[in-house]
């Protein structure tokens, strides 16, 4: 199948007072069209920036210093601001972690989502509100031609996502980018999200990018896993292959952290609960990791095969798999 | 240890007003019990109450009715002079690890604050105790003098642990300790939470809506819809197989990271009404699938259906009999570990 998003090596910095700050170091990953890929990483790592980059969306002090973002052939990083316009929303999609946030409190949710119809679409206005009824229909809001003239305030959490997608689904988009979408809303209620969001990628013909931190979502609702350590893909595979055995040990570590009962959670104590440090050399992740070799230190790993459609970026990746280390 | 009752809730209401001679009735008749050294969560969705029963049983705010017998006493009526001589034996770790630390305070003096003002001990074993306690948090005296900044979330949030234990409570309230932390970071604090819980034979409360949370570190669960409590059981029967339709909803909410695991869903309709105007009968009724009108005209009581196992439905006993497959969240362990 052919490739529809191929992001390659992209560095991203902050420029902080006390000088720049690395956030994203090399990070790549390629998706398929009709696939849903789950970006795994921990606060920080740069999950966020990395779908932030997708879209040009970083302004300073951030700054992207290299790397490409190809989509559809053309490569997003060399477009002109006025360019990206026409592809934000309409061909590729953004969801908000906070949907509260992500909406104007002064408007009426069924204006907001006209907006976005008329911004990439010649549509009379009635047509539009019209338009935005449907939608809210379509991702289960009940008594839609009510809802439309509600403000955010005046709707739970759960529905404001529910009008966060029906945004994004506006203009069937190619792609959309999810972050974090049941990030904040309760167990339920996120199942409901998930359950539509999946149904919609594949009533649309999209294809999903899912930013979550929750192994558990990413196990049911996505078809390949990416993760993403100290600003670089550690792993990419196929969600099953992925839970079956990881290849990279902080994948393992992730793993484990979230096994649920009592008896399952032995051993978890690996201390990674500081700040992630970038080495001048060697792999991000050698000074935690329980398997690390004098080699690690010295020798950046790069994201290597280590079965079919199974990548990972560690010296080890092939006893880790094996299950030969106690990673 | 076990066997004895820490703490026993009975009736407990809380009704906070709501302008217009109407209330929230965010807790409406609570009844459960502490043993010593058990840890008990309690467990539902944003507006079921349960932050509300915590705060209750401190006295942090005021029940409007009910009794909580603590240590054979009566805290909910108590003085303040009185309630404070029993502070040091029940504490409170919060849900935010930093905004519940002084910013301006040294670690030191945070986690001697409570032993300061509940026990009567000489600066130099105050001291004592602080260091023991911040080695029980696999921390050290090397952090006494330094300021919460200076911390990781996972690290603040094991000196509220420290300051939580210091002054060798028996029951300790846990308010959503974890939704605040990453995935790593979490493992570590319920594991340290767990292993204090068996050493000092601690007694919890634990408040959440992290479900596999819970199961990591509780032996009996207790779950909370709309002010109320629908069902209590041990750990893991409740897991295996949740009776209330409400608990068989949210348990089988729950994503375990398997991608084989079946996923069978236990669907409500809707979502959860408001607090403030309750309907008389059952506060699932209209979500329901199982809803007869009888469910419309009187809530349930919490009755034992089986060994253990209390609900509060009128239908727990013939739908699940007739659904004896039925399990929430039946999974199997994961492949790899």
């Known amino acids: ?327 | 240890m076990m066997g004895e009752r820490l703490l026993d809730v009975r009736d407990l209401v809380k009704h906070f007003p709501a302008g217009h001679r109407r209330f929230v009735k965010a807790v409406s008749g609570v009844s459960f019990h502490i043993e010593k050294g058990e840890a008990l969560a309690l467990v539902g969705e944003s507006g079921s109450g349960k932050t509300t029963v915590g705060r209750c049983i401190l006295r942090l705010i005021e029940p409007t009715a009910g009794t909580i017998i603590f240590r054979g006493q009566d805290v909910s009526t108590m003085e303040q002079d009185r309630l404070r001589a029993l502070r040091p034996h029940m504490q409170m770790l919060f849900q935010e690890p930093y905004d519940s630390l002084n910013p301006r305070m040294p670690i030191g003096r945070i986690v001697e604050e409570p032993i300061r003002l509940g026990k009567d001990m000489s600066p130099r074993k105050r001291l004592e105790r602080v260091v023991e306690v911040l080695d029980m948090v696999r921390l050290g005296s090397w952090a006494l003098d330094k300021y919460p900044h200076q911390f990781s979330a996972g690290e603040q949030q094991r000196i509220g642990i420290a300051r939580a234990i210091a002054t060798e409570p028996e029951l300790v309230v846990l308010d959503e300790p974890t939704s605040a932390l990453d995935v790593s970071v979490r493992a570590e604090i319920l594991d340290l939470l767990t292993d204090l819980q068996e050493q000092l034979g601690l007694s919890y409360l634990f408040i959440s809506h992290d479900l596999t949370a819970v199961r990591r570190v509780c032996h009996r669960v207790a779950i909370m819809y709309l002010g109320k409590i629908v069902e209590t059981g041990s750990t893991a029967e409740m897991f295996e197989q949740p009776l209330h339709p409400y608990s068989r909803a949210l348990l089988s909410s729950v994503l375990y990271p398997d991608p084989h695991e079946q996923l069978s869903r236990f669907v409500l309709a809707g979502e959860i009404p408001s607090p403030i105007d309750l309907p008389p009968g059952c506060h699932l009724y209209g979500r329901c699938p199982w809803a007869v009108d009888a469910c419309n005209a009187a809530y349930p009581d919490l009755e034992e259906i089986l060994p253990g196992r209390r609900v509060a439905c009128f239908r727990a006993r013939e739908e699940n009999a007739a659904d004896t497959t039925a399990s929430g969240s039946g999974r199997r362990p994961p492949g790899s570990f």
């Open chain 1, 1 to 327: 199948m052919a490739l529809l998003l191929e992001v390659k090596d992209v560095h991203v910095s902050f420029l902080a007072d006390a000088g720049p700050v690395r956030v994203l170091n090399g990070a790549g990953l390629s998706l398929r069209a009709g696939e849903s890929l789950g970006v795994v990483g921990e606060s920080g790592s740069g999950k966020t920036v990395l779908v932030r980059t997708i879209l040009g969306l970083l302004q300073p002090p951030w700054q992207v210093l290299e790397g490409s973002v190809i989509f559809n052939g053309e490569d997003l990083l060399k477009k002109k601001e006025e360019e990206l316009r026409h592809i934000r929303g309409k061909e590729i999609a953004l969801t908000s972690p906070e949907p509260r946030k992500h909406l104007n409190p002064l408007l009426r949710v069924g204006d907001q989502i006209a907006n976005v119809l008329q911004a990439h679409r010649d549509m009379p206005r009635k047509g539009a509100t019209q338009r935005a009824v449907e939608l809210l229909k379509s991702v289960g809001i009940p008594d839609p031609h009510l809802r439309v003239g509600y403000y955010p305030h005046e709707l739970s959490g759960g529905m404001c996502q529910r009008v966060i997608i029906a945004m994004a689904l506006a203009h069937s988009p190619k792609l959309i980018l999810a972050d974090e979408p049941t990030a904040g809303l309760d167990v339920t209620i996120s199942r409901q999200i998930l359950d539509l969001m999946r149904d919609l990628v594949r009533e649309f013909n999209s294809s999903l990018i899912l930013v979550s931190r929750d192994l558990g979502v990413v196990a049911h609702y996505c078809q390949r896993v990416a993760v993403i350590y100290a600003g670089q893909v550690v792993e990419s595979a196929d969600v099953a292959d992925f839970y079956a055995g990881a290849a990279h040990p902080y994948s393992r570590h992730l793993l484990r952290a979230a096994a649920a009962s009592r008896d399952e959670r032995r051993g978890v104590a690996t201390r990674l609960g500081q700040r992630v440090v970038f080495p001048d050399k060697g792999c991000a992740f050698a000074s935690r990791c329980p398997v690390a070799l004098p080699l690690c230190k010295e020798e950046a790993p790069a994201l290597e095969p280590v079965a079919d459609d199974h990548l990972a970026r560690c010296l080890r990746r092939a006893e880790v798999l094996r299950g030969e280390t106690r990673a």
